[in-house]
């Protein structure tokens, strides 16, 4: 919970705060039980000499929710601070942007080093007091904080109750306060994610008929998608008859939630409480036939505000980039050989916040579980773009192919194909011919076809070359 208050008091009559954390309604009689309590000492706070009585920003701003919430300003408090412990006021020059403070001379551009960063005079204060501030947080000042302190119950003290997160800024009744600062929880954004499969390869499929040595395998493959929260899941086009597990879709998902930053969830609204999930998006390679398969061929859970980047070639989605990933233990039998092994994978695996990433586009690896270990059963290169609601007006797309196709144009796939449609889907199928593992078979029986149109065309002009020679 979060929670702001504020109240009046006389130092030293009352030289203690007091903060209480109560559990509400928890008996059955109705009555609150006090779960725990932290004493503050205002009163050494107040006359410190390092000021903790309100922390100083870390930049002077007079907007925002970082603006400058004392009653003095910092070349108020930088006087005073002077005179307090027998030092000659400062001095400024003309623009306010240097000051001198006891032989020492400070400039804000020492401070501000992207001077573009700080023109807007709506957000940032003066130079003057941007300058003064400087100079009291390199004298040590104490800055804006927040601290964590200890609960604990008056009747066992010795026993820790748990830990509160606050701050307390303490200001003269003589001069008015400002403002309370405003600690409301920011409310959830409206973001759409958008998820482009362009393809899956090297799926581990199965078949009811086993097509036998050197046959290859045809299945009719779909990718479901489905993020947290959502009641139903999305489906992509199928791929009729795709080849030995590689399948081309070219198929955007959209899905629409709302993200709460502080807690870096997904909320659900609810009629008395709301829910909050990871936001956790997975996609899953299907057989078209569930007679054939129910359960997906792979798979892939990616939680945006913490995921691997998508690996640049197909070889390096391996399962050492997954964080739930563990090596299955090796067999009595296994032994390790380094002369045997041969790492193939990136040189670096990294992570990143889709929040604050927007976009990334490569491989990843596709598994199942198997026992309590997960196998890799194949990959999917996609990307991953995530956005708010008023840029994704700006940037409209359709789902799937369907119109506006922009943002990116997403082009019709080319796909391998038994039944030779299209001069591209021919190209793709020779493309797949070639890299197949029975290349030398079909080189083979293509060069016996070319020996027996040629011989077969020797015996049909045999006869009538004989008639001619004879005759002549």
């Given at each position: 919970a979060v929670v702001s208050t504020q109240s009046t008091g006389i130092i030293p009559n009352m030289p203690q705060l007091v903060v209480q954390t109560w559990d509400w309604n928890a008996t059955e009689e109705g009555r609150d039980i006090l779960i725990g309590e932290t004493r503050i000492d205002l009163e050494n706070r107040y006359l410190s000499v390092k000021r903790p009585m309100c922390g100083l920003t870390e930049r002077y701003m007079i907007d925002g929710p970082h603006s400058w919430r004392d009653f003095m300003s910092p070349v108020q408090i930088l006087e005073e601070w002077c005179l307090a412990n027998g030092i000659p006021v400062p001095t400024y020059s003309s623009d306010g942007k240097r000051a001198g403070v006891n032989g020492e001379m400070f400039s804000s551009e020492e401070f501000e080093t992207h001077a573009i960063n700080y023109e807007?005079?709506?957000?940032?204060?003066?130079?003057?007091?941007?300058?003064?501030?400087?100079?009291?947080?390199?004298?040590?000042?104490?800055?804006?904080?927040?601290?964590?302190?200890?609960?604990?119950?008056?009747?066992?003290?010795?026993?820790?109750?748990?830990?509160?997160?606050?701050?307390?800024?303490?200001?003269?009744?003589?001069?008015?306060?400002?403002e309370p600062m405003r600690v409301d929880p920011p409310l959830p954004v409206e973001q759409e994610l958008r998820v482009i499969v362009f393809e899956v390869t090297n799926t581990e499929t199965i078949q009811e008929i086993d097509p036998g040595p050197g046959m290859e395998k045809l299945n009719d493959l779909f990718v479901q998608g489905h993020?947290?929260?959502?009641?139903?899941?999305?489906v992509s086009e199928t791929h009729t008859r795709a080849v030995n597990g590689n399948g081309v879709f070219n198929w955007r998902f959209k899905f629409n939630f709302q993200y709460a930053y502080l807690k870096r969830k997904v909320m659900i609204p609810g009629d008395i409480e709301d829910t909050y999930l990871d936001p956790i998006v997975t996609l899953k390679v299907m057989d078209g036939d569930p007679g054939v398969s129910k359960e997906p061929y792979g798979y892939v859970h990616l939680n945006l505000s913490y995921m691997p980047r998508g690996m640049a070639r197909e070889d390096w989605a391996i399962m050492d980039i997954i964080p739930e990933y563990e090596e299955p233990p090796k067999g009595k039998d296994e032994v390790y050989d380094p002369d045997d092994y041969t790492f193939v994978g990136p040189t670096k695996i990294t992570f990143l916040n889709l929040y604050k990433a927007k976009k990334t586009l490569g491989w990843w690896p596709l598994y199942k579980k198997e026992g309590d270990y997960l196998v890799k059963t194949g990959n999917i290169r996609m990307e991953l773009e995530v956005m708010n609601k008023e840029q994704s007006e700006k940037r409209p797309?359709?789902?799937?192919?369907?119109?506006?196709?922009?943002?990116?144009?997403?082009?019709?796939?080319?796909?391998?194909?038994?039944?030779?449609?299209?001069?591209?889907?021919?190209?793709?199928?020779?493309?797949?011919?070639?890299?197949?593992?029975?290349?030398?078979?079909?080189?083979?029986?293509?060069?016996?076809?070319?020996?027996?149109?040629?011989?077969?065309?020797?015996?049909?002009?045999?006869?009538?070359?004989?008639?001619?020679?004879?005759?002549?």
């Amino acid at each position: 919970a979060v929670v702001s208050t504020q109240s009046t008091g006389i130092i030293p009559n009352m030289p203690q705060l007091v903060v209480q954390t109560w559990d509400w309604n928890a008996t059955e009689e109705g009555r609150d039980i006090l779960i725990g309590e932290t004493r503050i000492d205002l009163e050494n706070r107040y006359l410190s000499v390092k000021r903790p009585m309100c922390g100083l920003t870390e930049r002077y701003m007079i907007d925002g929710p970082h603006s400058w919430r004392d009653f003095m300003s910092p070349v108020q408090i930088l006087e005073e601070w002077c005179l307090a412990n027998g030092i000659p006021v400062p001095t400024y020059s003309s623009d306010g942007k240097r000051a001198g403070v006891n032989g020492e001379m400070f400039s804000s551009e020492e401070f501000e080093t992207h001077a573009i960063n700080y023109e807007d005079a709506t957000v940032w204060g003066e130079y003057k007091e941007r300058t003064a501030l400087y100079v009291l947080l390199e004298f040590g000042l104490i800055r804006d904080y927040v601290e964590k302190r200890q609960l604990t119950d008056p009747v066992m003290p010795g026993v820790p109750q748990g830990r509160i997160l606050m701050w307390v800024d303490i200001f003269p009744f003589s001069e008015k306060p400002p403002e309370p600062m405003r600690v409301d929880p920011p409310l959830p954004v409206e973001q759409e994610l958008r998820v482009i499969v362009f393809e899956v390869t090297n799926t581990e499929t199965i078949q009811e008929i086993d097509p036998g040595p050197g046959m290859e395998k045809l299945n009719d493959l779909f990718v479901q998608g489905h993020f947290s929260g959502d009641t139903e899941s999305q489906v992509s086009e199928t791929h009729t008859r795709a080849v030995n597990g590689n399948g081309v879709f070219n198929w955007r998902f959209k899905f629409n939630f709302q993200y709460a930053y502080l807690k870096r969830k997904v909320m659900i609204p609810g009629d008395i409480e709301d829910t909050y999930l990871d936001p956790i998006v997975t996609l899953k390679v299907m057989d078209g036939d569930p007679g054939v398969s129910k359960e997906p061929y792979g798979y892939v859970h990616l939680n945006l505000s913490y995921m691997p980047r998508g690996m640049a070639r197909e070889d390096w989605a391996i399962m050492d980039i997954i964080p739930e990933y563990e090596e299955p233990p090796k067999g009595k039998d296994e032994v390790y050989d380094p002369d045997d092994y041969t790492f193939v994978g990136p040189t670096k695996i990294t992570f990143l916040n889709l929040y604050k990433a927007k976009k990334t586009l490569g491989w990843w690896p596709l598994y199942k579980k198997e026992g309590d270990y997960l196998v890799k059963t194949g990959n999917i290169r996609m990307e991953l773009e995530v956005m708010n609601k008023e840029q994704s007006e700006k940037r409209p797309a359709g789902f799937g192919r369907n119109e506006p196709n922009a943002n990116p144009l997403i082009p019709e796939p080319i796909r391998v194909t038994t039944e030779f449609k299209g001069l591209q889907a021919k190209l793709a199928t020779l493309k797949f011919i070639w890299k197949s593992p029975n290349r030398c078979k079909f080189i083979i029986a293509i060069i016996l076809q070319l020996f027996g149109f040629i011989f077969g065309a020797l015996l049909w002009n045999a006869p009538s070359s004989l008639t001619a020679s004879l005759a002549g």
